[in-house]
């Protein structure tokens, strides 16, 4: 996808999400997992109908038939009014970019940072704790740990958060020895 585009979707997703400027509740927090929700389900439903629906030479009228066929007569929510604008407006390509982005809005409307946490084994629930308040701390947001097992840790763990990359492994601690040793 090209920057243009890009853009453009995450225009749309503010747009569709609608937090700008509004502070936090509880309500607008409902409202806006409400709208996730309806969005993952249009795009999940419509999935086997990508082709049709984003294909140049096919009518709008006749996507705006199969979006209509494929949500049926009781899906008239917000999210079905938004993608039909999208299927109007000849942009339903971009309805997998703005369902990447808005839940990054959510995230920040709500205040939750997102961080992934890598291992060669679980840890412990004490230690994701930890790697929690300390993250919170440092950030004064609300910490969402995903942990992931992966070898190419050997020992130790990496955090990442956003596109920071926290390094606490064995190998990242030996490479800084190792710079530090040849420096001089």
Same mark, same amino acid.
Not at 20 to 29: C, I, N, P, Q, T
Not at 52 to 71: C, D, F, M, Q, Y
Not at 80 to 98: S, Y
Not at 100 to 126: K, Q, T
């Given at each position: 996808?090209?920057a243009a585009?890009k853009?453009?979707?995450k225009?749309y997703a503010?747009?569709?999400m609608?937090l *700008?400027?509004?502070?936090?509740s509880s309500?607008?927090?409902? /409202?806006?997992?409400? !709208?996730l929700?309806?969005?993952?389900?249009i795009?999940e439903?419509?999935?086997p109908?990508l082709?049709?629906?984003?294909?140049?030479?096919?009518?709008?009228? /006749?996507?705006?038939e /199969?979006?209509?066929r494929?949500?049926g007569p009781?899906n008239?929510?917000?999210?079905a009014v938004f993608?039909?604008l +999208? /299927?109007?407006? *000849?942009?339903?390509?971009?309805l997998?970019?703005?369902? *990447?982005?808005?839940?990054?809005?959510? *995230?920040?409307?709500?205040?939750? +940072?997102?961080a992934?946490?890598?291992?060669?084994?679980?840890?412990?629930e004490?230690? +994701? !704790?930890?790697v929690?308040?300390m993250?919170?701390?440092?950030?004064?947001k609300?910490i969402?740990l995903?942990?992931?097992?992966?070898?190419?840790?050997?020992?130790?763990?990496?955090?990442?958060?956003?596109d920071?990359?926290?390094d606490?492994? +064995? !190998?990242?601690?030996?490479e800084?020895?190792k710079k530090?040793?040849?420096?001089v």
């Amino acid at each position: 996808m090209d920057a243009a585009a890009k853009t453009l979707a995450k225009r749309y997703a503010r747009a569709y999400m609608g937090l *700008d400027g509004k502070a936090f509740s509880s309500e607008l927090e409902g /409202v806006a997992r409400a !709208k996730l929700a309806g969005l993952r389900h249009i795009f999940e439903a419509s999935r086997p109908f990508l082709k049709t629906l984003t294909h140049p030479a096919i009518n709008g009228s /006749v996507k705006l038939e /199969v979006l209509a066929r494929i949500l049926g007569p009781e899906n008239k929510g917000t999210a079905a009014v938004f993608v039909g604008l +999208l /299927v109007r407006e *000849d942009r339903f390509n971009l309805l997998e970019d703005i369902l *990447d982005r808005s839940p990054r809005l959510y *995230d920040s409307f709500c205040g939750v +940072l997102r961080a992934e946490v890598y291992s060669r084994y679980n840890l412990s629930e004490g230690e +994701l !704790k930890r790697v929690g308040k300390m993250l919170a701390d440092m950030t004064g947001k609300k910490i969402h740990l995903c942990q992931f097992i992966t070898e190419r840790v050997i020992g130790g763990f990496e955090i990442k958060v956003g596109d920071l990359l926290i390094d606490a492994t +064995l !190998k990242g601690r030996l490479e800084r020895l190792k710079k530090e040793l040849f420096a001089v």
